[in-house]
């Protein structure tokens, strides 16, 4: 992996306080600074000399703690400061001597991780610019280095996983696990990636409580507090919603959003991950429990709207819309948008997770999204990508004929009963695991299937949505400024 590579290469295994030179500007397109992050760095992206020093000289010149300075080349860090940290260029040719950093370059950051893992198992000279793309083609995008890096990923990523209580790394392992899955569905190899999900269950139960608690400067944490973040960091902004959209699809849709500057973080849905629940608590600002009906979605529009009239949006500075042709007008301030398109495949599919990547690919391709956030940003906006709940791979148990289930959630994956007497044995029969009440309606009781099960059809293979897998907890939160964006 590219960030692990950087950390490597970089003098942070001998020092506490380092200063990136982000010579390349790899920051923006390739999250190399996760390396650090995964080791104990506190990353600290540097802006001017008196805004670090009131909030991170003390830091620096503290023994304690991890730090690493990510600046640019054209940034002016004065000598005090410099002299407390050790320097390292982070820049291609300085990662990749052997080879042609424009070739590099031009091939974009995607091309970074397989570079890496490629380039350590060669002393072969590549700078001219046809025998770089020679290696490219033959070392890099070779089946064998494709496979070496997605076990050499998955593995790192199980030794971070285990016993992790950090919400902020299962942000990062999330993603990561949807890099590994998504080029194992693209280049045909076979990767098993379920143990993260069993790891992350376990962290579910004992954890998820705990969330309402932490605050963050970079992410809502919960996707209930969503629009209090927005509304915090924006003045005037619209949030896109992209009903079930998980980091996996992110992750392809996000190639066509090459030239627009944004920041990538996570948030975790609501349990269960389904539309009516955690898309209602996304757009209201609650709880589940706090929901007039969180069984439905036929209060969402009104429960978005008195949320923005509580944060002190006017009615006519509000406005909830469907589809890529969504406009709003110059008094809009506070503006939601739903696209229904992931969710549609998800249940439509007939294909898995290699069906997902074809069609989400198709998507990306078409550039609908990217053109209205680009739309959105030269009028103004500052533009938040996100979703209600992400999706997953699952093989049916059977379906449930019991009766006594008092709530529809139209999930497949959790049951939300009432007075129920044959819960505990309706919980062995399917191996059940019984869910807190964790911001939830407390008159219920709900029962969830394991990680990978459903109550669909005995052996059938489907995506669906619901459960408490990463893939359908942790969303992907993207940030999009109009100012960084509009010149």
Same mark, same amino acid.
């Given at each position: ?29 390739? =999250?190399?600074?996760? %390396?650090?992050?995964? =080791? ?22 503290? !023994? ?5 300075? #990510? ?35 031009? &091939? ?17 000279? /590549? ?19 494709? $496979? ?10 199980? &030794?971070?996983?285990?016993? *992790? ?13 949807? =890099?590994?899955? *998504? ?8 990767m098993d990636t379920t143990e993260i999900n069993r790891r992350f =269950? ?37 949030? #896109? ?17 090459? %030239? ?25 600002? $609650? /709880? ?20 923005? !009239? ?63 956030? &680009? ?36 999930? &497949? *994956? ?47 293979? #489907? ?25």
């Amino acid at each position: 992996m590219f960030a692990d590579y950087v950390y490597e290469k970089s003098a942070a295994k001998y020092a506490d306080k380092i200063l990136l030179i982000d010579a390349d500007h790899l920051t923006e397109d390739t =999250r190399f600074t996760d %390396g650090f992050k995964a =080791r104990g760095f506190e990353i600290v992206m540097y802006h001017d000399d008196l805004s670090f020093r009131i909030e991170y000289e003390a830091k620096i010149k503290s !023994k304690e703690g991890r730090i690493a300075v #990510v600046v640019t080349p054209e940034q002016y860090v004065p000598y005090d400061l410099r002299r407390r940290l050790t320097a390292y260029k982070v820049s291609l040719a300085d990662l990749f001597p052997r080879l042609n950093t424009a070739v590099l370059r031009e &091939r974009g950051p995607e091309t970074y991780d397989l570079v890496s893992s490629a380039y350590e198992r060669t002393y072969d000279q /590549y700078r001219s610019t046809a025998a770089t793309e020679q290696f490219l083609r033959v070392e890099a995008y070779s089946k064998e280095n494709i $496979k070496h890096n997605l076990v050499s990923s998955y593995q790192e990523l199980l &030794r971070r996983s285990e016993s *992790c209580t950090d919400y902020k790394e299962w942000f990062a392992i999330a993603e990561e696990k949807a =890099r590994i899955d *998504c080029m194992a569905v693209q280049y045909d190899l076979a990767m098993d990636t379920t143990e993260i999900n069993r790891r992350f =269950r376990d962290y579910i139960l004992s954890q998820y409580g705990k969330l309402s608690t932490s605050m963050d400067r970079e992410s809502p944490v919960l996707v209930s507090k969503a629009m209090e973040f927005m509304h915090e960091h924006s003045k005037k902004f619209i949030i #896109v919603v992209m009903d079930g959209m998980a980091e996996f699809d992110w992750s392809i849709l996000s190639k066509s959003f090459h %030239g627009v500057h944004y920041q990538q973080t996570a948030a975790f849905a609501m349990i269960p991950t389904v539309t009516s629940v955690s898309r209602q608590c996304l757009l209201s600002n $609650k /709880y589940p429990r706090e929901l007039e009906n969180p069984w439905s979605q036929s209060k969402e529009k009104q429960e978005f709207i008195a949320c923005a !009239k509580n944060m002190g949006f006017a009615d006519n500075q509000i406005s909830y819309q469907r589809g890529y042709d969504a406009d709003f007008g110059s008094l809009i301030r506070c503006g939601a948008v739903i696209i229904n398109d992931i969710d549609d495949m998800v249940h439509g599919q007939k294909q898995g997770r290699i069906g997902m990547f074809n069609d989400v690919g198709v998507m990306a391709r078409q550039k609908k999204l990217v053109e209205m956030t &680009r739309r959105f940003l030269s009028a103004g906006f500052d533009v938040y990508i996100t979703a209600d709940h992400g999706n997953t791979t699952r093989r049916g148990m059977g379906k449930l004929m019991s009766s006594g289930v008092e709530t529809e959630t139209k999930s &497949r *994956c959790m049951l939300v009963l009432k007075g129920f007497a044959d819960k505990d044995s309706t919980r062995e029969k399917y191996g059940l695991l019984e869910f807190p009440k964790t911001y939830l309606p407390k008159e219920y009781d709900y029962l969830i299937c394991d990680v990978g099960d459903s109550f669909d059809a005995k052996g059938e293979d #489907v995506m669906s949505h619901g459960g408490i897998s990463i893939d359908e907890c942790v969303v992907p939160f993207i940030k999009i400024k109009a100012v960084e964006n509009n010149g």
